[in-house]
């Protein structure tokens, strides 16, 4: 099993890290070739529009037709943007892999940043979150099964191949929400569902 993490923007190296303590091999990815032999992909925060700007043109429809394939792919922050397939104030999504709507930043400025503990379904009870101008979702499919939900809000859902999370589970020393996403990748080479 190899996985990806998106690296054209935010904290790709502490999601390599969070992988390489659970002892599984990452790569790198900056381009479509770098996609070639993978497993699964992270989508790692950062500012969504920054990074749809920074990925060559053929780039974002190839991550497209991964997800629509069944290929595994975990999003956070900005990832879970990228993924949504609706952004309120934009007339479209970018990759549109999970049936959500995301309100962006909705948790506040950068000076709001916090952390919490969450509750997650499959997961844990008390799992460390961190959220740094965090998008919530405000709505999402009859497909999708919320997974985690703050003050209200959902913060983290999956839809078959695909995970998303309003926080950054890379910026803490626990790996449970990394194992949940290699299990979902362990799943789909082994053609099982937990």
Same mark, same amino acid.
């Given at each position: 099993?190899?996985?990806?993490?998106?690296?054209?923007?935010?904290?790709?190296?502490?999601?390599?890290?969070?992988?390489?303590?659970?002892?599984?091999? *990452?790569?790198?990815?900056?381009?479509?070739?770098?996609?070639?032999?993978?497993?699964?992909?992270?989508?790692? $925060?950062?500012? *969504?529009?920054?990074?749809?700007?920074?990925?060559?043109?053929?780039?974002?429809?190839?991550?497209?037709?991964?997800? /629509?394939?069944?290929?595994?792919?975990?999003?956070?922050?900005? $990832?879970?943007?990228?993924?949504?397939? +609706?952004?309120?104030?934009?007339? *479209?999504?970018?990759?549109?892999?999970?049936?959500?709507?995301?309100?962006? /930043?909705?948790? !506040?400025?950068?000076?709001?940043?916090?952390?919490?503990?969450?509750?997650?379904?499959?997961? !844990? *009870? +008390?799992?460390?979150?961190?959220?740094?101008?965090?998008?919530?979702?405000?709505?999402?499919?009859?497909?999708?099964?919320?997974?985690?939900?703050? /003050? !209200?809000?959902?913060?983290?859902?999956?839809?078959? /191949?695909?995970?998303?999370?309003?926080?950054?589970?890379?910026?803490?020393?626990?790996?449970?929400?990394?194992?949940?996403?290699?299990?979902?990748?362990?799943?789909?080479?082994?053609?099982?569902?937990?």
């Amino acid at each position: 099993m190899k996985i990806g993490v998106l690296a054209l923007q935010g904290a790709v190296r502490e999601h390599i890290a969070s992988l390489h303590r659970l002892g599984i091999e *990452s790569r790198i990815v900056k381009t479509e070739a770098g996609l070639e032999g993978l497993s699964g992909l992270i989508l790692p $925060g950062g500012e *969504s529009t920054a990074i749809s700007l920074l990925a060559d043109g053929a780039f974002l429809p190839r991550l497209q037709a991964l997800a /629509n394939a069944g290929f595994p792919i975990f999003g956070t922050c900005a $990832g879970m943007i990228l993924l949504a397939s +609706d952004i309120e104030g934009r007339e *479209s999504g970018y990759i549109g892999g999970i049936d959500i709507a995301v309100s962006r /930043n909705a948790s !506040g400025r950068q000076v709001d940043s916090f952390e919490t503990i969450l509750d997650i379904e499959d997961i !844990g *009870s +008390d799992v460390p979150a961190v959220f740094i101008r965090a998008p919530y979702i405000t709505r999402h499919g009859p497909s999708v099964r919320p997974m985690a939900h703050y /003050n !209200g809000q959902c913060v983290m859902a999956r839809e078959a /191949n695909i995970l998303v999370a309003s926080f950054h589970p890379e910026l803490t020393e626990d790996t449970r929400v990394h194992e949940y996403f290699v299990e979902m990748v362990n799943e789909t080479e082994t053609g099982t569902e937990a």
